[in-house]
């Protein structure tokens, strides 16, 4: 045991000395540190700008306004709906349109927020009773902002406005901002419903749908007061709306959200097992072929044996990739308890499936199992090349073999699917780890886990066995490449004679 520690800390330092380790150990510190920066600069918070030309006298343009108006209002209303429901600031004014989450905001609704003040009086009310380690609000920001018509488009014919409107849209002064639409609305409005967009890219079905709600609603009243019926009397048939009562659950509580953050941390387990296994895996395979290209293994065998050697091996090896998890999960949980904003809010609730023995218990044994039975392919090749290019013949297979098969099961998982694909990885040694740690967070029968889990104890004993044989045998025959049957009596017989 003593000279497998030896190996085994001389493998430690001699990959955590290399300088990949440490850009990729990086990695992922990098990765929460800069998201929430490209993030804010890859999103779009520009308004897209409305050009609209109402021949009628301007109402038409007035109510389209509005509409835009009331449209961020209701947004507004709605997401500060949630974040008070997430965060439960509902004492903050309980009489107030955002306390209350049962229902789609309405005009009058509308109308008391912007009577009370609108999101700066929500805001001010919501800080008194939030706590300091509430993350704060950050208001919704308008679609659309409707700018003065030029007098030179204002001007044209109708029939050739839309030339003119070009302009506008495609500006030929790379300086100038372009308009992203422009609405003609004619002055036979009315008797003819017939109106110009003209769009700088595909236009937004929400614009779409915003412009033909309220010119609708507006040749729904002109017909109705041709048909005799007072101003008044269409104007109010025009607003009539029913009032939905809408029970939705709170932020990650529905059952398909609140599944997928439960799957988080699994997933999370099962795609690090994957990752580390590679490149950790890699490392060790690289140093083995250096030592056996440069001769050195001659020096080492003198003083330990074969099986000392491969085990020493292992173990630096696991405890390289357990080093660098256990830094990627400071990481985030330091993201996660220490910062503000959506990172930490999803890493929080993901943590559930630790509250749960068992599941702990589970996702510690696949996991340090899972390592050591996917380690020892790494070691086999390692002790069958005497070159990275040999190497690289056996990694690519192996590689492929594992990644692709796992790469389609956390689609699977992330996607709801629990098919015969994932039914028959779980069973597979070479992929249990990975399927059982990836289905903790969408639920696993408990015999499943056990048999599956016994399974895997099984055959990753017996792959040491073969493997400890086989890299003997390949140790003491350096500069043979060996082919399947020749691995194959390797294992039977582990170097002796046969």
């Known amino acids: 045991m003593k000279n497998i520690l030896i190996v085994a800390a001389r493998e430690f330092r001699q990959i955590t000395a290399m300088r990949s380790f440490w850009l990729t150990l990086l990695i992922l510190p990098a990765a929460l540190s800069l998201g929430p920066i490209a993030q804010r600069f890859l999103s779009d918070d520009t308004s897209d700008r409305v050009i609209v030309i109402d021949r009628t006298g301007g109402a038409e343009a007035s109510s389209i306004e509005q509409r835009f108006a009331s449209d961020l209002d209701r947004r507004q209303l709605q997401k500060l709906s949630r974040y008070v429901q997430r965060h439960k600031l509902e004492k903050a004014d309980p009489t107030a349109p955002w306390a209350s989450h049962d229902r789609w905001y309405t005009a009058a609704d509308i109308a008391q927020f912007r009577a009370s003040g609108g999101v700066k009086a929500a805001l001010a009310r919501i800080n008194r009773v939030k706590s300091s380690e509430t993350p704060d609000y950050e208001p919704a920001r308008p679609s659309y902002e409707v700018i003065a018509t030029p007098p030179a488009l204002a001007n044209h014919p109708d ?265 028959v990885l779980t069973w597979v040694p070479l992929w249990t780890p990975f399927t059982v740690l990836a289905r903790l967070g969408m639920g696993i029968p408990t015999w499943e886990v056990i048999g599956s889990g016994l399974l895997l104890a099984v055959f990753t004993a017996g792959s040491l066995v073969l493997v400890a044989r086989l890299f003997r045998a390949s140790l003491l025959a350096q500069g043979q490449r060996p082919n399947l049957g020749e691995v194959i009596a390797r294992m039977r017989h582990g170097g002796e004679p046969g």
Request: hydrophobic fraction near 50%; aromatic fraction near 6%; proline fraction near 6%.
């Open 159 to 423: 029939d050739r406005i839309g030339d003119a409107a070009q302009a506008y849209l495609e500006p030929a002064d790379d300086k100038a901002r372009p308009v992203d639409y422009v609405l003609l609305i004619p002055r036979e409005f009315g008797a003819s419903p017939i109106v110009r967009l003209w769009a700088r890219s595909e236009a937004r079905p929400g614009f779409v749908t915003a412009v033909q709600d309220v010119l609708t609603r507006d040749l729904r009243s002109r017909f109705l007061q041709g048909q005799g019926v007072s101003p008044q009397a269409a104007q109010a048939a025009g607003a009539i709306a029913p009032a939905l009562s809408i029970s939705s659950p709170p932020p990650g509580g529905g059952a398909r959200e609140a599944m997928l953050v439960r799957s988080i941390l699994p997933l999370a387990a099962s795609y690090l097992l994957m990752m580390s296994l590679m490149l950790s895996g890699s490392w060790m395979l690289q140093g083995t072929v250096e030592e056996r290209s440069n001769k050195l293994l001659e020096t080492v065998l003198a003083c330990v044996s074969p099986e000392e050697l491969m085990y020493g091996k292992l173990l630096g090896t696991i405890g390289v990739g357990l080093s660098m998890i256990l830094a990627w999960t400071a990481c985030g949980a330091i993201a996660g308890y220490a910062t503000h904003g959506v990172i930490a809010d999803l890493i929080r609730p993901a943590l559930a499936p630790l509250t749960s023995p068992g599941t702990i218990i589970a996702m510690i044994y696949f996991f340090l199992v899972g390592y050591v039975a996917v380690s020892v392919l790494f070691l086999a090749i390692g002790g069958m090349s005497d070159s990275m290019r040999e190497a690289q013949g056996y990694l690519m297979p192996v590689m492929l073999a594992i990644l692709m098969p796992v790469t389609f099961l956390l689609q699977a998982i992330v996607a709801g699917h629990t098919g015969v694909l994932v039914e």
